[in-house]
């Protein structure tokens, strides 16, 4: 198994209104919001289209960590943008301007076998990497409702070629799904993550179930890209760990952790400040919860 690990996604300028006022073209997307939360366990490469006019906002932000950015086109169209209103902990999607996904011609590391996760892009493009990378020791993929609506094929082209999908009730829903095993069973999946915020997480694999709560103490000012922090701090923690199948529960602990940091904050800005130090003190709050619950 290959101890690589490469985040295929967006990279966003993102409007949000909430409960924590109006942001208009804060820097977001599943690929920064995956690759900050899992340099802070190892090494992370990372696979996205970006306008001219964003490239120096994400090496700003990106700054010093391990974060590979060879397979980063910059391209002659405009950054990806998308908002949202948050209501209730989770995004009510007000569309987004995509055009950047018709130049992109994604380039993948040759022969790429380590684990990749392909988060959420226009279905049409996030089909496409999983083809690409079809050769990784494990693919994880992750939903968008809004695109699940309206490319629905291409959608579950993504799930026909995934090894593991990470996915909320809505759009687990959206997708056919009623009782999670029998979904995962169906798909051949190797395991099916449901995320339901404030509820925690739940992996189903052939061993059965594996739940995590999510941390009650901890306060919440913004959800973007709090489920892909959980699928990066899982699979990378995970891949330290050697892939054992019995810490399953434990790396997804150190993605849940992932997800607090990042929701404590507006937009990447509380993700992109973390510590490693930060991210060890948290792992083991989470692991309180989880034996208080236990």
């Given at each position: ?8 996604g ?13 942001v208009?073209e ?10 900050l ?11 996205a289209?970006?306008g ?15 974060i ?15 908002r949202?209103?948050?209501?209730s ?6 569309g987004?301007?995509d ?51 309206s ?30 095993a ?43 890209g ?27 602990v150190w ?26 003190d948290r ?12």
């Amino acid at each position: 198994m290959s101890d690589e690990l490469l985040v295929a996604g967006s990279i966003a300028l993102d409007s949000l209104d909430g409960e924590f006022g109006s942001v208009r073209e804060e820097m977001g997307g599943s690929a920064l919001y995956f690759a900050l939360a899992a340099s802070l366990i190892m090494p992370v490469r990372i696979v996205a289209p970006v306008g001219q006019e964003s490239l120096a906002t994400v090496k700003r932000i990106l700054g010093s960590r391990p974060i590979d950015v060879e397979y980063l086109d910059v391209l002659d169209a405009p950054t990806y943008r998308w908002r949202a209103r948050q209501e209730s902990g989770r995004n009510i999607d007000r569309g987004s301007q995509d055009s950047i996904y018709d130049r992109w011609k994604p380039r993948v590391p040759a022969g790429y076998q380590g684990w990749a996760f392909v988060g959420s892009m226009r279905p049409d493009r996030q089909a496409l990497l999983t083809i690409e990378l079809g050769h990784s020791s494990l693919l994880a993929a992750d939903a968008m409702l809004s695109y699940l609506q309206s490319q629905p094929e291409e959608a579950r082209d993504v799930l026909r070629h995934s090894h593991w999908y990470f996915c909320n009730h809505e759009e687990f829903a959206a997708l056919g799904g009623h009782e999670p095993a029998e979904f995962r069973r169906r798909w051949s999946l190797d395991g099916l993550v449901i995320k339901a915020g404030p509820r925690g997480v739940t992996a189903y694999t052939e061993l059965g179930s594996t739940h995590v709560p999510a941390l009650p103490s901890q306060r919440v000012v913004d959800t973007t890209g709090a489920g892909d922090a959980i699928a990066a701090g899982m699979m990378a923690h995970w891949i330290a760990a050697g892939a054992d199948p019995e810490l399953l529960q434990e790396s997804l602990v150190w993605g849940v952790a992932c997800a607090s940091i990042t929701i404590s904050d507006i937009g990447l800005r509380a993700i992109a400040a973390a510590t490693r130090e930060q991210l060890h003190d948290r792992v083991e709050e989470v692991d309180r919860c989880l034996r208080r619950e236990s």
